[in-house]
């Protein structure tokens, strides 16, 4: 082979290596892999990676090694005083063919006593800074530590400090993500609850006032914004907390069943009814009830819970005896109460049963800035076990998650993430993972718009988002409800 064939073989391993380095996220495992492939190219038999340490005296610190004792490594980094530091200082590499011989280091106590044959120490440098250093050595033969393998292993040492720190800087993002999701739950104690954005630090605030109150909460928000959790973190922080929460789902049964599930019945009541049974109701005693999409109730329900809400206490269906019952009333829909009060569809009294409090919960389109913690949050539920290896997501990934447009919201959001951990094959997901719609983007733009039309459309997929409210729709945009009306004015001119 000439040596145009060798620096071509060259050149191809060295794009495999940096391809194979540049995949990996854990730092542990890069380090592994970087010394692996240095001590694999110059035949080495030991080596190990040096890098810069505040909390060591010497600024640098021994991180990953093979085939060294103990006792080895440290006669090693004596030696490394005069080798290695020597490279850190100068920038340069140091290739010794038969280092008992060399002029410079021959003489060298280590060299002599561990009868080294053979040295390589490169510097691991990141722009002008050194960062580090690989040290390869044998002790029985002199493999290829010649001064022709110095552009290689340069080369190589260049695309591993890349590496190093893009696995640092990784392991740090995650690190704060996880540092930021448990000072949100520490500060806020509301558990599953994930989101830092300004639309979710309201909820947390209104959350945090009304826990210690027996005030009535109306929860609003679409399906799978997480309704039932801001109930039970509510109820779980508040003075009921060692009393039971019973949630109810409004809309599974006919009027009839539903009333025996929310109040009980007498034996005998009805067909199948062979004993007495209390309601959920009663097993809420002293605690809290959930009553989820409560805008489901037909009329006839809604006028008996209303006499419950009003009076304190329940009859059993078929008993003519009253019970007073202690309870909180949380309850829960996705549908405009407002809207279905004017439509004669739900008593206007009682809304105002049940709405003394309003938390409204934003759809995850519009607290798009979550969806990363949230994303990385349902990752370190479901990378577990078998499937632990898996440390991240690969950029465009996570760019198709914050494109998306989640109409299942945080609900499809989890899913999406166990299934692409499910179907995971390398330590990091793509986007071919997720399985995401690809006709559901969020805010999609043809090519060739003007910025004109661009404006407009996005600030009508904004006003359609918020359902037409232009309150809404002006602070999530972040501009004056003068400013969206002259423009919604100024379009409606422009087309008629």
Not at 8 to 28: D, G, H, Y
Not at 81 to 87: D, E, P, T
Not at 113 to 136: D, M, T, W
Not at 465 to 483: F, K, Q
Request: proline share 3%; charged share 30%; hydrophobic share 40%.
């Amino acid at each position: 082979m000439d040596a145009s064939d060798t620096l071509q073989s060259s050149f191809e391993a060295l794009a495999e290596m940096a391809l194979a380095i540049n995949s990996i996220r854990e730092p542990e495992r890069v380090l592994e892999q970087v010394l692996t492939i240095a001590m694999e190219a110059l035949e080495a038999e030991r080596g190990f990676i040096l890098l810069q340490s505040d909390s060591h005296p010497d600024g640098f610190e021994i991180e990953s090694w093979r085939n060294f004792t103990r006792d080895q490594l440290g006669d090693v980094q004596r030696l490394s005083k005069s080798v290695v530091y020597k490279v850190l200082q100068t920038g340069e590499p140091v290739v010794l063919y038969e280092a008992l011989k060399d002029d410079g280091y021959g003489g060298t106590e280590s060299i002599i006593i561990q009868q080294i044959q053979s040295i390589a120490c490169v510097p691991l440098r990141l722009k002008e800074q050194q960062i580090g250093a690989i040290y390869l050595d044998s002790l029985h033969k002199r493999g290829r530590f010649t001064r022709e393998a110095l552009p290689f292993l340069t080369a190589f040492a260049n695309q591993a400090a890349v590496a190093i720190e893009n696995a640092r800087l990784y392991q740090a993002m995650r690190d704060e993500n996880r540092r930021l999701r448990h000072e949100i739950q520490r500060i806020h104690g509301f558990g599953e609850i994930i989101g830092q954005s300004p639309r979710m630090r309201e909820v947390f605030d209104l959350m945090a006032r009304v826990t210690d109150s027996d005030a009535s909460v109306l929860i609003l928000g679409e399906s799978g914004t997480g309704k039932e959790l801001v109930a039970r973190a509510i109820h779980y922080n508040g003075p009921r907390k060692d009393q039971p929460f019973v949630a109810v789902f409004c809309g599974s049964l006919p009027d009839e069943l539903l009333e025996s599930e929310l109040f009980g019945h007498k034996k005998g009541a009805f067909t199948g009814a062979t004993a007495d049974k209390k309601g959920l109701f009663e097993v809420a005693d002293g605690g809290t009830v959930f009553l989820d999409e409560v805008g489901d109730l037909s009329p006839r329900m809604q006028t008996v819970l209303l006499r419950v809400l009003q009076e304190g206490e329940i009859k059993r269906v078929g008993d003519h005896v009253t019970r007073k019952v202690d309870v909180r009333v949380i309850s829960a829909t996705n549908k405009s109460l407002k809207e279905m009060i004017e439509a004669g569809e739900f008593r206007e009294d009682l809304y105002y049963r049940l709405d003394t409090i309003t938390i409204e919960l934003p759809p995850l389109r519009q607290r798009r800035g979550d969806v990363a913690l949230l994303a990385h949050h349902f990752l370190d539920r479901y990378a577990v076990k078998s499937r632990s290896h898996i440390r991240g997501f690969e950029p465009e990934a996570m760019q198709a998650l914050q494109a998306y447009a989640w109409p299942g919201n945080v609900r499809e959001l989890e899913k999406t993430i166990e299934r692409a951990v499910v179907l995971a094959r390398g330590d990091l997901i793509t986007r071919a993972d997720l399985r995401l719609p690809e006709t559901n983007a969020l805010h999609p733009m043809e090519h060739g718009l003007t910025l004109k039309e661009m404006e407009r459309r996005f600030v009508l997929q904004a006003l359609e988002d918020h359902g037409g409210n232009i309150s809404e729709t002006a602070r999530s945009l972040d501009v004056s409800r003068r400013w969206l009306h002259y423009k919604l004015k100024e379009w409606e001119t422009a087309t008629s």
